[in-house]
């Protein structure tokens, strides 16, 4: 059984195994090391976590992609243990660059 042969079927742990789009860009997003400077300030990776995706979102919109896939960054070896949180997105401001993060599709 495959995702093309019964949409909305996959179980968790399996693989989407139908035919694969054509990408137009790859970017790499290398999280920082929790460390040094950092570990002693966290607020700081979180700066640095934030301006990593930011950077990647001003990037697509400059291609005008309409769509992105990013993955988690600095998780696993690369985090800090806590839970950094970033603000929510001010829906009422649709003209922050915030907002276009998460409305990306033109």
Do not use: W
Not at 61 to 70: D, E
Not at 79 to 86: A, F, I, N, R, T
Request: aromatic content about 6%.
């Amino acid at each position: 059984m495959n995702a093309a042969q019964h949409p909305g079927s996959i179980e968790t742990g399996r693989i989407n195994d139908t035919n694969p789009g054509e990408a137009h860009f790859l970017a790499q997003l290398l999280g920082p090391k929790y460390e040094g400077e950092l570990k002693a300030h966290p607020e700081k990776l979180s700066n640095v976590i934030k301006k990593a995706y930011l950077n990647c979102f001003d990037e697509a919109l400059n291609n005008q992609a309409t769509v992105v896939q990013v993955p988690l960054i600095s998780s696993s070896i690369y985090s800090p243990g806590g839970k950094l949180e970033l603000e929510p997105v001010n829906q009422t401001k649709p003209n922050s660059s915030a907002y276009k993060l998460y409305h990306i599709r033109t």
